[in-house]
């Protein structure tokens, strides 16, 4: 496939993306979440945002025309960048050739909902063993991955820094929200739990071609050690909010009874509500209404009580 028309590295505006498209027969797919930051001064806000350093290794997901690649190959000591449409993946390398510093991968980055695909576990850890800073994600994330890739992030064993993505404005809300509004769930108790989350931006539709139709928004995540080293088990913490927040709408000391002991609730209920009262949580409100740090509190509490017990922990595995 050719290079941007006129060779060098124009800027990608949305006419440009249409000659270019135009050029070498590609055609959107929409099923893939393909939307394009045009607003070049949003695109050039999402890389100061993130803050790179001249030693810190980028992830970014939706490689598309390599727009933000360049940037980021700019700023950043290595940059591992993922595109599953194997045609925008030949336009950005056709863009990009010479970049020594890009690691490119053609494939899709998950491998499974509550998985990131071995490839890209597997080209961070080289990327690792050539550069000692952070460990960041910057992205024009598509909207169909947005979710699974920040909680996959968040999971892994390994140090995870810091986010900077534009996704679904609906969303960024959501992973921001404060426990007890309407949009608190189980994925900003998640984030909430070992991080903190902000808006930095909402952006238009005309920021992006083709315009979805709804508004997005540059997300800053950025991860706090200390209160992630609290949560004892990050596998075992995570099954026990996505259960929890099954039943959002129930009150807590209901919904934790049947979760440790099962059908025998009154059994479970005073366990849990000892739990609870050492802990001075109110078990009769509903999950979305307790901090984040409350919840880990509470499922570090209920696994010790069970261990206490010679009992297994029923959402562990």
Request: proline share 5%; glycine share 8%; aromatic share 6%.
């Amino acid at each position: 496939m050719s290079r941007p028309p006129g060779g060098g590295a124009p800027r990608q505006t949305t006419a440009f993306l249409k000659r270019w498209f135009a050029e070498v027969g590609y055609t959107i797919d929409r099923r893939k979440g393909q939307n394009f930051l045009v607003d070049l001064n949003l695109l050039d806000l999402l890389v100061r945002s993130a803050a790179i350093g001249p030693d810190d290794i980028v992830l970014e997901v939706g490689t598309g025309t390599a727009a933000l690649t360049e940037r980021l190959a700019a700023a950043a000591a290595r940059v591992v960048t993922v595109e599953i449409d194997p045609r925008l993946a030949q336009l950005a390398r056709d863009r990009l050739f010479d970049a020594g510093n890009v690691d490119f991968l053609e494939t899709d980055v998950l491998a499974g909902k509550h998985r990131l695909a071995p490839e890209v576990l597997a080209a961070l850890e080289r990327a690792r063993a050539d550069a000692r800073g952070r460990l960041l994600l910057v992205a024009n994330l598509p909207y169909c991955v947005a979710t699974p890739v920040i909680a996959n992030l968040l999971a892994l064993p390994g140090p995870f820094d810091e986010a900077t993505v534009t996704i679904q404005r609906e969303l960024a809300e959501r992973i921001t929200a404060p426990a007890g509004s309407s949009h608190a769930g189980a994925l900003s108790a998640w984030v909430g739990c070992q991080a903190t989350a902000e808006i930095v931006r909402i952006l238009p539709p005309s920021a992006f071609w083709p315009r979805p139709k709804v508004e997005s928004a540059i997300l800053r995540i950025v991860l706090e050690p200390d209160r992630r080293a609290a949560i004892d088990d990050l596998d075992r913490f995570a099954r026990f909010v996505r259960e929890i927040f099954c039943h959002r709408r129930k009150r807590l000391v209901g919904v934790l009874a049947r979760m440790v002991a099962g059908r025998d609730s009154a059994e479970g209920r005073g366990r849990v509500e000892t739990v609870l009262a050492e802990l001075g949580i109110d078990g009769g409100l509903r999950a979305e209404a307790v901090a984040a740090d409350d919840l880990v509190r509470l499922e570090a509490g209920l696994a010790a009580a069970a261990a206490s017990g010679g009992r297994g922990i029923p959402w562990s595995g």
